[in-house]
């Protein structure tokens, strides 16, 4: 299977038709149908690792002050505890717990409901050690490689620069008009020149890329998903990107197709 980075912006992108949502509709439409999904949100931070053994997970509306109609959203996807087990067995770098509380948070479901919005598919989520650095995420990425080879579509959601302080709307249009701050474009230049070079250890160690990226990554949990998903790129594999733009001055919709 082929592995994706998603920018997923706003938990609007789940209900609303846009240039966004509509290239997330795109990119599922070539890929080959999965068996399972695997996702690594950003909206879930844990100390150590964990994935969803849930075989109804409930679907999380983490975030506040939006519509109803946001709120009354559900996706209702099945869970898949064999998937979980494979998780728990295929990684030897930490031990790998199985969480049988939390369900889909808004990185996962939000990107889904627009993918495949028949909710068919079995979906597990693996959880980011907060307490971890950046390599440890990468290498716990890599040993994710054996999963596609069983039909296992290995989603990480989070956004390329992602500042929520510095959120500017442009003098004309809405939120998902194309719209960045100088800073914000200059990181995102950056990043795209480092992974299209898989210059992997300069994206790993993000804190010595200038003070650019330091705005764009004030925190790393939305960033941290870009790794496991660059982790899991083959020798003779490509990146290609798609739904390539800055929103709200400090935040970047580019997502990455890794086939």
């Not at 789940?14 to 909206?43: M, Y």
């Not at 596609?148 to 003098?171: E, F, M, Y």
């Not at 250890?201 to 496991?228: C, K, N, R, W």
Request: charged fraction near 20%; charge should be negative; proline fraction near 8%.
């Amino acid at each position: 299977m082929p592995v994706l980075f998603i920018g997923h912006g706003s938990p609007m992108n789940a209900v609303e038709d846009n240039q966004f949502s509509r290239g997330w509709k795109e990119i599922a439409r070539k890929l080959p149908r999965p068996s399972t999904i695997l996702c690594i949100s950003a909206h879930w931070e844990t100390a150590g690792s964990l994935v969803t053994g849930l075989d109804q997970p409930p679907t999380i509306h983490d975030f506040s002050g939006f519509p109803k109609a946001l709120y009354d959203v559900r996706y209702p996807a099945p869970g898949s505890q064999r998937l979980a087990q494979e998780i728990t067995s295929a990684v030897k770098k930490v031990a790998i717990g199985i969480d049988r509380e939390w369900g889909l948070d808004h990185g996962c479901w939000s990107v889904l409901r627009q993918m495949y919005p028949h909710a068919d598919v079995p979906v597990v989520q693996l959880s980011l050690d907060g307490g971890a650095p950046a390599r440890h995420h990468y290498e716990l990425g890599q040993e994710l490689a054996p999963l596609r080879d069983k039909g296992v579509l290995i989603l990480a959601s989070g956004n390329l620069v992602h500042n929520l302080g510095r959120v500017s709307l442009p003098p004309r249009g809405d939120f998902n008009t194309p719209f960045g701050l100088p800073w914000a474009l200059e990181a995102s230049d950056l990043f795209k020149t480092l992974i299209d070079g898989d210059r992997h250890d300069e994206l790993i160690d993000y804190h010595s890329l200038g003070h650019a990226v330091q705005f764009a990554v004030p925190t790393p949990e939305h960033y941290l998903p870009l790794l496991y998903a660059l982790a899991l790129k083959g020798k003779d594999e490509s990146i290609s990107l798609f739904n390539d733009e800055a929103v709200a001055g400090s935040l970047t919709m580019t997502s990455l197709l890794i086939q």
